[in-house]
Structure formats: structure tokens, C-alpha cells
């Protein structure tokens, strides 16, 4: 195995604590750590495997998992993956085209609301999440986890303009690859 590059330590705390390294991020930081992976995967994802963990590479971002997990650890991601299942209806319900390169505000979501009964009735679902009374007060906590999971970021804080970074492909995949036998298919409640 080659030398592992410049900044390496930087990768690894990014990815190991679940984050995402994406292309299409504004950081800057971010766009040069992207560049620094995807021109050295091979030695990053040899280098990161003796310690633990696999690089993963997908469609424009990157991120890592831990080669054993515990049962616990499965199990907090199992209830972790019901969560985004939630989130990824109510925001393809507020916009079927919620996929990466999106812009949104906060506002356009509230607004919303105010026309599709539908859109708030699973926003109110999303209240377990979310904790909060006020729709407005749950849109903004929906969107903060969004960004603390690195799936949108901030991309203008004077109009409060938001991005949906590659990463958000992760939970199109994840839902994508939910299979559920024919056989049980008509027991499950909407």
C-alpha cells in the first residue's frame, strides 16, 4: 500500500462519526477532502479496512461503516433507518424532485402546508422526531437534522437557502432497497 495522503486524520474524523464527504458541497474544505479521496480510494479504503472500516464510494459522495457491528449498533440503526423513511416521505411529499442539487427555504415548506392537508398530516407523524408543537419550529428541526446528518447544508444564510447534497442518495438507496415479500405486502397498514 501506497502512503496515505495529506489529510487523511481529517477524512477519517469526518467519516467515522457518519458523516458524508459529497461533491456537490460549497465547503471548500470539503470539496478539497473529496478530491483527495476519490483521486486516492484504493489507499484510503486499504488503509481505513486494517483499522475497521470500509470506505464506501457511491454516485458523488462518499462515506464509511464499520466492518463488525454489534447487534445493539444494528439495532440503533435499524430504528435510525425508520426515522429517515419518515423524513424522505414528508419531503418528497413536499416536493417529488427533493433530490440532490435541490433549493429550498425553510418558508417554502411552511407554506406549503398551508395548501396540502397531506404535507402537515406527516409532518405531525414526524413530531415523535421532532419534539415540537409549532410546524414552523418542526420544519426547522427536520432541516437541522437534514444538515447534522450531512444530507443538505446551508448554502445562503441571508435568504436561509438550503442544498441537498449526493449524500441524500443514500436514503433514495437505502428506501430503494426495502423489500418486502408479496406475501406479507397486504398485512402492513399504511
Known amino acids: 500500500m501506497q502512503k496515505v495522503p495529506q489529510k487523511t486524520d ?8 457518519g458523516e458524508f464527504i459529497c461533491s456537490n458541497s460549497s465547503d471548500p474544505e470539503v470539496k478539497q477532502l473529496y478530491a483527495i479521496v476519490e483521486n486516492r480510494y484504493e489507499d484510503l479504503r ?11 464510494q457511491e454516485d458523488e459522495y462518499f462515506y464509511m461503516a464499520r466492518l463488525n457491528e454489534s447487534k445493539a449498533s444494528m439495532k440503533r440503526k435499524i430504528n435510525k433507518y425508520f426515522k429517515w423513511i419518515d423524513i424522505f416521505d414528508f ?3 413536499f416536493n417529488n424532485t427533493f433530490d440532490p ?5 425553510i418558508s417554502e415548506i411552511h407554506n406549503k402546508l398551508n395548501v396540502e392537508a397531506n404535507l402537515k398530516e406527516k409532518l405531525e407523524k414526524l413530531s415523535s422526531y421532532t419534539r415540537k408543537k409549532n410546524y414552523r419550529k418542526s420544519i426547522e428541526k427536520v432541516v437541522d437534522m437534514l444538515c447534522k446528518e450531512g444530507f443538505v447544508e446551508l448554502e445562503n444564510e441571508i435568504s436561509g437557502r438550503y442544498k441537498v447534497l449526493a449524500s ?23
Open 10 to 17: 481529517e477524512i477519517f474524523d469526518r467519516l467515522s462519526k
Open 46 to 56: 486499504e488503509y481505513f479496512e486494517q483499522i475497521g472500516f470500509d470506505l464506501k
Open 91 to 93: 419531503l418528497k411529499t
Open 101 to 105: 442539487g435541490y433549493r429550498f427555504t
Open 168 to 190: 441524500f442518495r443514500y436514503l433514495e438507496d437505502m428506501i430503494m432497497n426495502i423489500n418486502i415479500p408479496d406475501e406479507i405486502k397486504n398485512e402492513i397498514s399504511e
